[in-house]
T-cell receptor, first 115, second 109 residues
Framework: EAEVAQSPRYKITEKSQAVAFWCDPI?????LYWYRQILGQGPELLVQ????????DSQLPKDRFSAERLKGVDSTLKIQPAELGDSAMYLC?????????????FGPGTRLTVL | QKEVEQNSGPLSVPEGAIASLNCTYS??????FFWYRQYSGKSPELIMS????GDKEDGRFTAQLNKASQYVSLLIRDSQPSDSATYLC?????????FGKGTMLLVSP
C-alpha cells in the first residue's frame, strides 16, 4: 500500500541547534505539504509545494525555517536554530491534483523535542 | 481568517452506541470536507470525505454536510473501544486545508 514516508520518527535536540526532517510522498503525488501540530491542536500548514514550486509558505517562520523540494519528489524541512517553542509533531502529507478530491494523506510524523 | 470549530470533548459513549461528532466552519466558499482520526501519538488518518449536501455512508461511518448552515458532522454507529481517538474535522477552500482542534471520543466497554 502506498504511504508517505518520513524520517526520523523522533528527534531530540538542544535549542540553537539545527534539525532537518525528510519526507517522501506517495508515488505520483505532485502536491506535498508540511504541517506542524502542537499537542491539543489541529495541524497547521507550514508550506505547500506543487511539484518543485512553493505554492504557499505564508505561515512558515522564514527567519529560522526553510523547506525545499528540489526535484519535485522528496522534501526536506529545516529549522535553524531550533527554539523551545518548536517542540511539536511535524507532519508531511501529499495529494494528487489529478483528482478533484483534495484528499491529503499523512505520513507518520516526526516528533521534535527541543531541550 | 478561516475557522473550523469543534467541541474538544471528551465525548464519552458506551460500546455499541452511536457517537455524533460536530463541526462548524466560517468560510462559505469551502468546497471539500474531511474527517480524520488520530490516535494518541500517531498521525491523522483520513476516514471520510464529503463534497455535497446530504449524507455519505461508509461502513459504520456517516458524514453529513449542510452548507447552508456551514455544518458538517460524523456519526459512528456501533461504537467500539478501538474507535477511541481524536477526530479532526478539516475544511478545504482555495487550495488550503484548515483543521479544527479535534474532538476526543472515548468508547467504554
Amino acid at each position: 500500500e502506498a504511504e508517505v514516508a518520513q524520517s526520523p520518527r523522533y528527534k531530540i535536540t538542544e535549542k540553537s541547534q539545527a534539525v532537518a526532517f525528510w519526507c517522501d510522498p506517495i508515488s505520483g503525488h505532485a502536491t506535498l505539504y508540511w504541517y506542524r501540530q502542537i499537542l491539543g491542536q489541529g495541524p497547521e500548514l507550514l508550506v505547500q509545494f506543487q511539484d518543485e514550486s512553493v505554492v504557499d509558505d505564508s505561515q512558515l517562520p522564514k527567519d529560522r525555517f526553510s523547506a525545499e523540494r528540489l526535484k519535485g519528489v522528496d522534501s526536506t524541512l529545516k529549522i535553524q536554530p531550533a527554539e523551545l517553542g518548536d517542540s511539536a509533531m511535524y507532519l508531511c502529507a501529499s495529494s494528487s491534483y489529478i483528482t478533484q478530491d483534495n484528499e491529503q494523506f499523512f505520513g507518520p510524523g516526526t516528533r521534535l523535542t527541543v531541550l | 481568517q478561516k475557522e473550523v470549530e469543534q467541541n474538544s470533548g471528551p465525548l464519552s459513549v458506551p460500546e455499541g452506541a452511536i457517537a455524533s461528532l460536530n463541526c462548524t466552519y466560517s468560510d462559505r466558499g469551502s468546497q471539500s470536507f474531511f474527517w480524520y482520526r488520530q490516535y494518541s501519538g500517531k498521525s491523522p488518518e483520513l476516514i471520510m470525505s464529503i463534497y455535497s449536501n446530504g449524507d455519505k455512508e461508509d461502513g459504520r461511518f456517516t458524514a453529513q454536510l449542510n452548507k447552508a448552515s456551514q455544518y458538517v458532522s460524523l456519526l459512528i454507529r456501533d461504537s467500539q473501544p478501538s474507535d477511541s481517538a481524536t477526530y479532526l474535522c478539516a475544511v478545504h477552500s482555495y487550495s488550503t486545508l484548515t483543521f479544527g482542534k479535534g474532538t476526543m471520543l472515548l468508547v467504554s466497554p
